[in-house]
């Protein structure tokens, strides 16, 4: 599975962005697909997951309430959705599919390239 996001740039506090991020390759709709994120001189970060059909997501609690995952697998896309962005979640943020819905980095297998999302207060 190829993963390519985009919809990163620039914001001002309080903003938002949606990011996007395409899958092609393999069966896109088999897979969780996840939402991580690296602050510099940090460890990559849990943001949130999506279940193969959508039914069931998972935010981490940093995020919950602001931002919101979902998915079209007729499009074999997965999105973020993030409102009331702040200075901290400035970082870059990388799509990721794997077979296990899960928060732990260790349990995906493809990764994007990822994008840069600055929030600037």
């Known amino acids: 599975v190829q993963l390519t996001e985009s919809g990163g740039g620039l914001v001002q506090a309080g903003g938002s962005l949606r990011l996007s991020c395409a899958a092609s390759?393999?069966?896109?709709?088999?897979?969780?697909m996840g939402w991580f994120r690296q602050a510099p001189e940090k460890e990559r970060e849990f943001v949130a997951v999506?279940?193969?059909?959508?039914?069931?997501?998972l935010h981490a609690d940093s995020v919950k309430g602001r931002f919101a995952v979902s998915r079209d697998n007729a499009k074999n896309s997965v999105y973020l959705q993030m409102n009331s962005l702040k200075p901290e979640d400035t970082a870059v943020y990388y799509c990721?599919?794997?077979?296990?819905?899960?928060?732990?980095?260790?349990?995906?297998?493809?990764w994007g390239q990822g994008t840069q999302v600055t929030v600037s207060s």
């Open positions: 390759g393999r069966t896109f709709s088999g897979y969780a």
């Open positions: 990721t599919a794997g077979g296990k819905f899960s928060s732990r980095v260790s349990e995906y297998d493809y």
């Open positions: 999506i279940n193969w059909n959508g039914g069931t997501t």
